[in-house]
């Protein structure tokens, strides 16, 4: 048996034993932030603009022809830490695209906005849009099913170049 050599860190003098330094510290940060200027929000009155980076709620982009992008792959829910989405597929006669989704809902109770969707869709199809402002009085009506989802191409294209843009 091979032997294994221990990696000591330094040890805490008297005095950092005491948590003194570390105590004047923090006070000395709060002193000097007392004197910065504040910035204060009057929330409904005035709205914040998010950056093209921010993650709010995800959404369905709709193509300029009327039609989602989504091709019902399942991707995005099999991704999903807080399986808040749900797909079901279905067929489609036409050529533009072999399938759609019949059902596409997220919850956004469990939704933690982390993007993974977005990153996963292979058609840019799910994207997190601008919109921060969620609330609900029950737990039915925070099941966004595609009528509350679906947003025109034009409304998310910033995030859309955005998101070519840091491929």
């Known amino acids: 048996m091979a032997d294994i050599q221990q990696v000591r860190s330094k040890d805490l003098t008297v005095f950092e034993k005491t948590y003194i330094p570390q105590i004047v510290g923090g006070l000395w940060l709060t002193f000097k932030n007392m004197f910065k200027p504040k910035v204060t929000r009057q929330y409904p009155e005035e709205k914040w603009t998010p950056p093209t980076a921010f993650r709010g709620r995800p959404v369905l982009v ?5 039609i989602e992008r989504c091709v019902a792959c399942g991707l995005c829910s099999r991704v999903c830490p807080a399986l808040a989405i749900e797909v ?19 919850n956004m109770l469990r939704c933690i906005f982390c993007g993974f969707c977005e990153e996963v869709c292979p058609e840019e199809a799910i994207v997190m849009s601008d919109e921060y402002v969620l609330s609900f009085t029950s737990q039915e009506e925070a099941i966004f099913g595609k009528d509350k989802l679906l947003m025109s191409e034009r409304r ?8 070519h843009e840091n491929v």
């Open 62 to 66: 709709r193509a300029e022809n009327g």
């Open 156 to 163: 998310l294209k910033k995030r859309l170049e955005f998101l």
């Open 88 to 106: 079901q597929a279905n067929e489609v006669p036409t050529l533009e695209k072999e399938r759609f989704p019949e059902k596409f809902e997220i």
